[in-house]
């Protein structure tokens, strides 16, 4: 019962969130200074008829109507998945642009957030048991990585392993040759061209992992169970996985939520670095063109999918941590 | 959550020491002082890095990508400025968004945090809400999709930008500090003497949140450092003045990156990693002062005690307690 409450919640939680978001969405064009609608306008000058000017102005905010009722329009066309039209990518609208970049991000941040989350709280376990021993060194290694910003490492491995070795493709999301489909050349196409990118998440993210998991376990490994559990003379390697880690693995689940924001930022820009056809490489392009629909739809995209993760992650929170099953 | 309520008793500040006594243990810590060491001479690099500069950052027509030399200490761009001069010249402008931007940042958190912390009840629901909206709204999409609105602005609106994004981790950390403090006997004593909330609030906690308020402005400072340097690099910060973002941006335009012009692209990001990794260690050595658990010496003493009870239990003696 407890958890179905506990899960209640969370999802009261980021559905008042998404409606923050959205509603932040509406106002930001029209509390900004300078008008997004002109510099729009002026782009589409001649190719656009006179019901796609009216409609690009309710957008951005430039009308006579009372600002309730165009809040009113707005979610009426949010409903049915209408997120404006594109400037720079004139005239295809925003969710289709939005739908063909999106897939490349959700791939290639998925594999490598959960790649840096298993091998980052791996290692934290082994620094936290074996400290003393030549793995401390990792810590402030680490510890560099970490406040490296994310595009500088991007940019290092693209000199060093796609320019000097030669080792990757140093641009794109494939070989511009090959059809977009599930054909084995443009799969090997797609892999290669994304281990740098990649890459350059993991790098950049392992630390926290790392140095949270760390942290928990040197609490729990004082703890009373893990002493009885080395009493009875279990081996290390139990006592460690099953006793210590498993009990220092729950926070560090739920710290998930507050780097996930973190990552998606540093993504952004890892996918400028490698012109990578994620979102974040749109939303570059859409703020450099000035095309405020298609970045404002981005952003609202992006935010609902951090908001989805991080309601499967309370999903598995409820399903590993019996106390929220029983107590509440 | 057992694990959790001893981390947090340990962490809590005040113990008996003074407060001075306690600034001087901090130096004590080597990854501390480290970090104090290299924070505090990019520091002084930002005061007067712009007075040192050998050449103006803008002047073009020197020699062209020339790699170091005694003449350009970090050699020259692509259209010959001097790196070393756009380094010094950006470290304020780098340092001064971090400040700023922290500052404001943690005025904020303070605020808000403490105010919902103190306050309970309604207050303290809707503003939870508010500061656990800020903390699960991607950061830097939200920046970047502010400043798009705010071109050529300067660095300040960009400082005043990632303050809005960057307040609420903060935020958090305090309104949970300042629970646990609110029903201490101090606090009810004052609040029995008939203080005013906004006394308590300012007078009694706040100084007594100070470890806390000080780690979450060194984590605002990174975080601000890190989204200007972002945010320049993408183009989308003020290309008017020099920051390492910026000298990093052109470096990107004129593919640097790819021709091997290591001296003008490695000097900027390492001077970010390095103020970064410094915030970085001057929060771990007040970590370790605040949770022994975490400190070096505490870890040796409490391994070797583990171990001979371990033993004691392995041969058979009572040494479980």
């Given at each position: 019962?407890?958890?179905?409450?506990?899960?209640?919640?969370?999802?009261?939680?980021?559905?008042?969130?998404?409606?923050?978001?959205?509603?932040?969405?509406?106002?930001?064009?029209?509390?900004?200074?300078?008008?997004?609608?002109?510099?729009?306008?002026?782009?589409?000058?001649?190719?656009?008829?006179?019901?796609?000017?009216?409609?690009?102005?309710?957008?951005?905010?430039?009308?006579?109507?009372?600002?309730?009722?165009?809040?009113?329009?707005?979610?009426?066309?949010?409903?049915?998945?209408?997120?404006?039209?594109?400037?720079?990518?004139?005239?295809?609208?925003?969710?289709?642009?939005?739908?063909?970049?999106?897939?490349?991000?959700?791939?290639?941040?998925?594999?490598?957030?959960?790649?840096?989350?298993?091998?980052?709280?791996?290692?934290?376990?082994?620094?936290?048991?074996?400290?003393?021993?030549?793995?401390?060194?990792?810590?402030?290694?680490?510890?560099?990585?970490?406040?490296?910003?994310?595009?500088?490492?991007?940019?290092?491995?693209?000199?060093?392993?796609?320019?000097?070795?030669?080792?990757?493709?140093?641009?794109?999301?494939?070989?511009?040759?090959?059809?977009?489909?599930?054909?084995?050349?443009?799969?090997?196409?797609?892999?290669?061209?994304?281990?740098?990118?990649?890459?350059?998440?993991?790098?950049?993210?392992?630390?926290?992992?790392?140095?949270?998991?760390?942290?928990?376990?040197?609490t729990t490994?004082?703890e009373?169970y893990?002493?009885?559990?080395?009493?009875?003379?279990?081996?290390?390697?139990?006592?460690?996985?099953?006793?210590?880690?498993?009990n220092?693995?729950?926070?560090?689940?739920?710290?998930?939520?507050?780097?996930?924001?973190?990552?998606?930022?540093?993504?952004?820009?890892?996918?400028?670095?490698?012109?990578?056809?994620?979102?974040?490489?749109?939303?570059?392009?859409?703020?450099?063109?000035?095309?405020?629909?298609?970045?404002?739809?981005?952003?609202?995209?992006?935010?609902?999918?951090?908001?989805?993760?991080?309601?499967?992650?309370?999903?598995?929170?409820?399903?590993?941590?019996?106390r929220?099953?029983?107590?509440? | 959550m057992a694990a959790t309520a001893t981390l947090a008793?340990?962490?809590?500040?005040?113990?008996?020491?003074?407060?001075?006594?306690?600034?001087?243990?901090?130096?004590?810590?080597?990854?501390?002082?480290?970090?104090?060491?290299?924070?505090?001479?990019?520091?002084?690099?930002?005061?007067?890095?712009?007075?040192?500069?050998?050449?103006?950052?803008?002047?073009?027509?020197?020699?062209?990508?020339?790699?170091?030399?005694?003449?350009?200490?970090?050699?020259?761009?692509?259209?010959?400025?001097?790196?070393?001069?756009?380094?010094?010249?950006?470290?304020?402008?780098?340092?001064?968004?971090?400040?700023?931007?922290?500052?404001?940042?943690?005025?904020?958190?303070?605020?808000?945090?403490?105010?919902?912390?103190?306050?309970?009840?309604?207050?303290?629901?809707?503003?939870?809400?508010?500061?656990?909206?800020?903390?699960?709204?991607?950061?830097?999409?939200?920046?970047?999709?502010?400043?798009?609105?705010?071109?050529?602005?300067?660095?300040?609106?960009?400082?005043?930008?990632?303050?809005?994004?960057?307040?609420?981790?903060?935020?958090?950390?305090?309104?949970?500090?300042?629970?646990?403090?609110?029903?201490?006997?101090?606090?009810?004593?004052?609040?029995?003497?008939?203080?005013?909330?906004?006394?308590?609030?300012?007078?009694?906690?706040?100084?007594?949140?100070?470890?806390?308020?000080?780690?979450?402005?060194?984590?605002?400072?990174?975080?601000?450092?890190?989204?200007?340097?972002?945010?320049?690099?993408?183009?989308?910060?003020?290309?008017?003045?020099?920051?390492?973002?910026?000298?990093?941006?052109?470096?990107?335009?004129?593919?640097?990156?790819?021709?091997?012009?290591?001296?003008?692209?490695?000097?900027?990001?390492?001077?970010?990693?390095?103020?970064?990794?410094?915030?970085?260690?001057?929060?771990?050595?007040?970590?370790?002062?605040?949770?022994?658990?975490?400190?070096?010496?505490?870890?040796?003493?409490?391994?070797?005690?583990?171990?001979?009870?371990?033993?004691?239990?392995?041969?058979?003696?009572?040494?479980?307690?």
């Open positions: 019962m407890t958890q179905v409450r506990f899960l209640f919640r969370r999802i009261a939680f980021y559905a008042v969130t998404a409606w923050a978001a959205i509603t932040m969405n509406f106002l930001i064009p029209r509390l900004m200074p300078g008008s997004p609608a002109d510099t729009v306008l002026s782009r589409f000058k001649g190719q656009v008829s006179q019901a796609q000017v009216d409609a690009v102005k309710a957008q951005l905010g430039v009308s006579d109507k009372s600002l309730m009722s165009q809040y009113w329009t707005y979610w009426d066309n949010l409903l049915h998945g209408d997120l404006g039209v594109s400037v720079s990518y004139f005239p295809g609208r925003v969710s289709e642009v939005i739908g063909q970049g999106v897939w490349w991000t959700v791939v290639l941040i998925g594999v490598a957030t959960l790649v840096s989350f298993v091998a980052g709280t791996l290692l934290g376990v082994l620094a936290a048991w074996k400290r003393g021993s030549r793995l401390d060194a990792l810590l402030p290694v680490t510890t560099f990585f970490s406040a490296v910003p994310y595009f500088w490492i991007a940019l290092v491995s693209l000199s060093v392993f796609g320019v000097e070795l030669g080792w990757f493709p140093i641009t794109g999301g494939y070989r511009p040759e090959l059809q977009v489909g599930w054909s084995g050349e443009f799969i090997s196409s797609a892999l290669s061209h994304s281990v740098l990118p990649a890459l350059t998440i993991i790098v950049s993210s392992i630390a926290g992992w790392l140095l949270g998991m760390r942290n928990m376990m040197l490994i004082s009373d893990v002493l009885v559990a080395e009493a009875k003379g279990l081996r290390s390697r139990r006592v460690m996985l099953g006793y210590a880690a498993r220092a693995l729950l926070p560090n689940i739920s710290g998930f939520a507050l780097s996930l924001g973190f990552i998606v930022s540093g993504s952004i820009v890892t996918e400028t670095v490698f012109s990578y056809p994620g979102i974040g490489f749109l939303l570059f392009n859409a703020v450099l063109n000035n095309d405020y629909p298609l970045m404002q739809g981005i952003f609202l995209i992006i935010t609902l999918m951090v908001l989805l993760a991080n309601l499967i992650v309370d999903l598995c929170y409820v399903l590993l941590d019996p929220i099953r029983q107590e509440g | 008793t340990a962490t809590e500040p005040g113990g008996a020491e003074p407060p001075a006594k306690r600034r001087l243990a901090l130096l004590r810590s080597g990854k501390a002082l480290t970090g104090v060491l290299i924070f505090g001479s990019f520091v002084l690099l930002a005061v007067i890095g712009p007075y040192i500069a050998p050449d103006d950052p803008s002047k073009t027509g020197g020699p062209v990508l020339q790699s170091p030399s005694a003449d350009h200490l970090l050699g020259t761009t692509q259209s010959g400025q001097d790196v070393l001069s756009q380094i010094l010249v950006g470290a304020r402008t780098s340092m001064l968004v971090g400040f700023v931007a922290a500052t404001f940042a943690t005025a904020l958190a303070v605020l808000i945090g403490v105010t919902a912390g103190y306050l309970g009840g309604w207050a303290d629901e809707a503003l939870s809400m508010l500061t656990n909206i800020f903390l699960v709204i991607p950061a830097l999409p939200l920046t970047i999709v502010l400043t798009g609105y705010l071109k050529d602005g300067g660095w300040f609106p960009i400082a005043v930008v990632i303050s809005v994004t960057g307040w609420a981790f903060g935020a958090r950390l305090l309104r949970a500090q300042t629970l646990s403090l609110r029903n201490r006997d101090y606090i009810k004593a004052a609040r029995a003497v008939g203080e005013r909330p906004w006394r308590i609030i300012t007078v009694e906690l706040v100084p007594n949140l100070g470890a806390i308020i000080i780690s979450g402005f060194l984590f605002t400072f990174i975080f601000a450092i890190l989204t200007e340097a972002s945010l320049s690099f993408l183009g989308l910060g003020s290309l008017t003045t020099w920051s390492w973002g910026t000298t990093l941006y052109w470096a990107q335009n004129s593919s640097a990156f790819t021709t091997g012009s290591w001296w003008w692209y490695v000097p900027p990001g390492l001077c970010i990693a390095l103020v970064g990794a410094s915030l970085s260690l001057i929060n771990f050595g007040a970590d370790e002062l605040l949770n022994p658990r975490l400190s070096p010496a505490a870890r040796r003493a409490k391994r070797k005690e583990r171990r001979a009870a371990a033993a004691a239990a392995a041969a058979g003696k009572d040494g479980v307690r």
